[in-house]
């Protein structure tokens, strides 16, 4: 999410906090008639909106730290590719083999999504439910690269040719980093789904219409104003506390 966005939601909930002091002071001549603008509701309502906040910290937080550490992980991939290569040439294999392998190195040093999701693609999923982001196709590029290498691994094993002495180089050890590489990608995975649950929870809890943070904030001061009046000086502290949808 964009930065100025994530400043409007914490002035919101900031605002909101200091509306609900105001209320507090103005005593028991804040007495409203619907529920969910009581003081008490109010509160429950702050109280809400901190512990989804925290949470979603938390959960950028390991979304951020995920991706970073799958992205060190899948680093080394195109040089580990270069030196199998390499070592099949120098050995007995055949021409046609070593394309067959070169092909596959190919498709890994350039794994890219085939299609970047379109505005339309987006519009559509978004009318039926679904929440797809630009940037997620950097996903596919890791599930291409984890697909390619994993075809790599098994079209070498199949080699005869390919018996290298060298630790880094041998099947057993091409299979261990792509049994990590897959953790490490469903790691990221996981934490971009809690990523975008807790995103989605918040946003519900304060955009939502009616009985959102920031429609209850706007009623509230609403119900101040009748009972205070735009002209009366007291109101004028309410009256700066600016609350923005998305």
């Given at each position: 999410m964009k930065k100025h966005s994530e400043t409007g939601i914490i002035r919101n909930i900031t605002n909101f906090e200091s509306l609900l002091s105001f209320i507090s002071a103005y005593g028991e001549r804040y007495n409203p008639s619907r529920e969910s603008i009581k003081l008490k509701a109010l509160q429950n309502k702050l109280?809400?909106?901190?512990?989804?906040?925290?949470k979603y910290e938390n959960a950028h937080s390991a979304y951020t730290l995920a991706v970073d550490a799958r992205k060190l992980s899948f680093e080394p991939i195109n040089k580990i590719a270069t030196k199998v290569i390499n070592f099949l040439k120098?050995?007995?294999?055949?021409a046609l083999v070593d394309e067959s392998v070169q092909s596959i190195v190919r498709k890994l040093r350039g794994s890219r999504p085939k299609r970047k999701p379109s505005d339309d693609d987006i519009k559509i999923s978004a009318a039926n439910g679904i929440e797809i982001r630009k940037h997620s196709t950097a996903q596919l590029g890791y599930d291409n690269k984890l697909d390619h290498f994993g075809n790599l691994i098994t079209l070498l094993s199949k080699i005869p040719e390919y018996a290298p002495n060298e630790e880094n180089l041998k099947i057993e050890t091409l299979t261990k980093i792509y049994t990590s590489l897959i953790e490490s990608n469903k790691s990221a995975i996981q934490a971009s789904i809690q990523f975008e649950l807790t995103r989605n929870e918040r946003?519900?809890?304060?955009?939502?219409?009616?009985?959102?943070?920031?429609?209850?904030?706007?009623?509230?001061?609403?119900?101040l104003k009748s009972i205070i009046g735009s002209a009366d000086p007291d109101y004028h502290q309410v009256c700066k506390l600016k609350f923005k949808s998305k």
């Open positions: 109280a809400e909106c901190k512990f989804v906040m925290s120098s050995s007995e294999s055949s946003n519900q809890l304060l955009y939502r219409p009616l009985t959102g943070l920031v429609d209850i904030a706007i009623d509230t001061k609403n119900y």
